[in-house]
């Protein structure tokens, strides 16, 4: 089934790769924050630059959260952050005093284990991962045997003639995500395995440029480690995180919601505003993570979300509530 | 900056909606060197524009790709002729340039019969160049392994990708109070000595680790003018990121590649992944094109066409790949020899997919002694 949108190079501010919305966004005020709310029933919202920054909450985000709920609104967390699993992102959540649980959080990790099952993925082949935990526990969650990963931070490859560096001949899909551990040896594997196993398939979790790794400044994404494999095998990858729109059919399956009634709330326009545009949502920019205003305001960007603010907390303030 | 970061954006997005599109063209500059764009509709630069970036450069070996495969050449060109009269070819140009992996030496493995190809090639006055895109040594260095392999080469022979960068940025005026940061092996760091530029990074910040936890700020030097990339075995984190922040916060950054190959012959018994990864790594977070110096950007040629005082019409250019060294002889009007002794086949050359033919091709260069005898 047709299920993901394959994905070009370089998803980018300018790119008109989703429905690229003319008309100017709107800043979000009293009058309009009521139309929107009550407009939908629920509220998609990223996590990087929008609920935290690295491991800092970002100001008025619980009473916001609590707020919408108590309205009846549904709430659900998309994130392209594949270093943790579901269940890695409900404790980093509990740690933060907000009480989301694994079923409301859909992170790329979750995304790539369940590209695989819905395409019916060999149980005897096997997965090498450039990435963090969050991919290794999915795709083990989901019955799948995944190779690499943090283990292979370490390694090192050899080169001396008559020293070949080996890789298995069952992997039969590379997922590659955001990695700090990357290294040459996970790329030189990850190369082989593209190259030379038939029908391997190449997977991105998401293809992000940078992010806020930390609440200080921005650190080089997925996107990078993403486009060092795109450099080694000249193959483009299945990218089943935002924009594309391949975790949309397990979030409508959740609720029984149009996706018109749905809000994204996010920082990025060349994922979470296109996501949204490309799903038929409603869109929402914070100006608290990774997007400027002037950035927004560019003349070459032509990603418009619907609405846009400061922080997600203007909700809040905005309805007077 | 505003400017570059106009281009460096609209490139990427035709690159990204190009993705099929049949047309592209060369551009000839007032600079010295031709770049190739793959941009379906483009004006001009002003003269003073010294970041023309040069894109992706696909490769043309079928069975690899899953997107369409593409050639760079603006000529539609015949086949490639097996080569029958070595003899013509010879009497008929001034200079061969050679690359090196795959066409005089494989790995560590000198070639056969190279060694007495070239010393005929000289005997008749033939001007021996050779261009590699490998920067992982200096030109001294990779005069030391022509000598260890009983090669009678000379440094001022001999044109790496670590020579081409550092040339680059000499042919720019580039200024000796601004630094390089170097994601990139030894060769690069030779090299940008030699030329007077001061640099960070290389293989010793293949050691350093990061820590993301909250308050840690990683700091970087605001006297960075350029960072060049290339192949590197001590690749990491930290260096992504120094090279992601010098490019995107110090204003006119130059973002420069020693090459963009996919895979590279690190050992002869098997392919490596290539400069073109490392490179990828920063368009990747940088949403930068870089400006390529090595294959297939003719900036080498045009470097030493200018240096020797040669016609390019009068070179053979004679390599095994096809969308570096066969692309970079015909971007510079050259002749061109494809020998299949490195990674390119005959079926790989004669596949439908492929669209970069050289004029020539035959088995390997030992073949100019001995073509009456060599099949193909």
Not at chain 1, 40 to 69: E, N
Request: charged share 20%; glycine share 8%; aromatic share 8%.
């Amino acid at each position: 089934m047709e299920q993901v949108s394959m994905e070009a190079t370089n998803p980018n501010p300018s790119s008109m790769s989703g429905v690229a919305d003319a008309s100017a966004a709107e800043l979000l005020c009293c009058a309009n924050a009521r139309a929107l709310l009550d407009s939908v029933d629920a509220f998609l919202f990223d996590c990087d630059g929008v609920i935290w920054k690295g491991d800092k909450l970002i100001d008025g985000v619980p009473q916001t959260l609590d707020m919408l709920r108590s309205k009846g609104k549904k709430l659900v967390f998309v994130t392209n952050n594949s270093t943790k699993s579901r269940i890695q992102y409900a404790n980093k959540f509990q740690s933060l005093g907000l009480s989301v649980n694994q079923y409301e959080i859909f992170s790329s990790s979750f995304a790539a284990a369940m590209y695989l099952k819905v395409n019916q993925f060999p149980p005897h082949k096997k997965v090498y991962v450039i990435g963090g935990e969050g991919i290794v526990q999915e795709l083990q969650l989901a019955g799948f045997t995944a190779l690499g990963g943090p283990e292979d931070a370490e390694k090192r490859a050899q080169w001396k003639s008559n020293c070949l560096f080996e890789h298995d001949k069952y992997v039969g899909a590379v997922v590659v995500g955001l990695d700090p551990d990357i290294n040459y040896y996970k790329l030189q594997y990850a190369t082989l395995c593209i190259r030379e196993n038939p029908g391997c398939l190449f997977i991105a979790t998401n293809r992000d440029s940078v992010g806020h790794m930390t609440d200080l400044q921005e650190w080089p994404g997925a996107g990078c480690m993403v486009a060092a494999v795109c450099g080694s095998t000249e193959q483009e990858p299945i990218v089943v995180g935002k924009p594309s729109t391949f975790m949309m059919d397990f979030l409508l399956q959740k609720f029984n919601v149009s996706t018109s009634r749905m809000c994204i709330v996010g920082d990025r326009l060349d994922t979470d505003i296109l996501f949204g545009q490309n799903a038929g949502c409603k869109t929402l920019l914070v100006l608290s993570g990774v997007t400027t205003q002037s950035t927004l305001d560019d003349p070459s960007n032509s990603i418009k979300p619907d609405y846009y603010t400061n922080k997600v907390s203007d909700i809040l303030s905005l309805l007077g509530e | 900056m505003a400017t570059k970061a106009a281009v460096s954006v609209s490139v990427a997005a035709s690159v990204t909606a190009a993705s099929s599109s049949s047309s592209k063209f060369v551009i000839n500059t007032p600079h010295r060197f031709l770049c190739l764009k793959r941009l379906s509709s483009f004006s001009s630069f002003s003269a003073s524009a010294l970041a023309i970036k040069c894109t992706s450069i696909s490769n043309c070996s079928p069975n690899k790709s899953a997107r369409s495969m593409e050639g760079f050449t603006t000529r539609t060109k015949a086949s490639a002729q097996p080569l029958e009269n070595a003899d013509e070819l010879i009497a008929s140009v001034e200079t061969f340039i050679f690359d090196c992996d795959g066409v005089i030496w494989k790995g560590d493995k000198l070639i056969d019969g190279v060694p007495e190809t070239l010393d005929m090639l000289r005997s008749k006055g033939k001007r021996l160049v050779f261009v590699t895109n490998n920067s992982t040594k200096s030109r001294k260095q990779y005069g030391k392994k022509f000598e260890t392999l009983g090669l009678n080469v000379n440094e001022e022979e001999i044109f790496a990708s670590s020579f081409a960068a550092a040339a680059y940025l000499k042919s720019i005026n580039f200024p000796k109070d601004k630094k390089v940061y170097v994601i990139g092996e030894d060769g690069i760091l030779k090299e940008l000595e030699l030329a007077g530029f001061q640099y960070l990074g290389g293989p010793e910040d293949g050691g350093k680790k990061i820590e993301l936890k909250p308050g840690f700020l990683m700091e970087h030097d605001k006297d960075v003018g350029a960072v060049v990339v290339g192949f590197d075995r001590y690749f990491n984190y930290y260096k992504v990121q120094y090279g992601t922040l010098c490019i995107r916060e110090n204003p006119g950054c130059l973002f420069i590649a020693t090459n963009r190959d996919a895979v590279t012959h690190l050992t002869d018994a098997q392919e490596w992944a290539g400069g073109g990864s490392m490179v990828g790594a920063i368009c990747g977070s940088t949403q930068r094109e870089p400006l390529v110096v090595g294959k297939p950007s003719t900036f080498m040629m045009d470097y030493l066409a200018n240096k020797f005082g040669i016609l390019k019409s009068q070179i053979c250019m004679v390599g095994d790949r096809l969308d570096t060294d066969i692309l970079f002889g015909q971007n510079g009007g050259c002749k061109t020899l494809l020998v299949l002794s490195g990674v390119t086949n005959l079926s790989m050359l004669q596949s439908p997919s492929n669209s970069i033919q050289p004029d020539f091709y035959t088995n390997k260069i030992s073949d100019f002694l001995s073509i009456k005898t060599a099949t193909v």
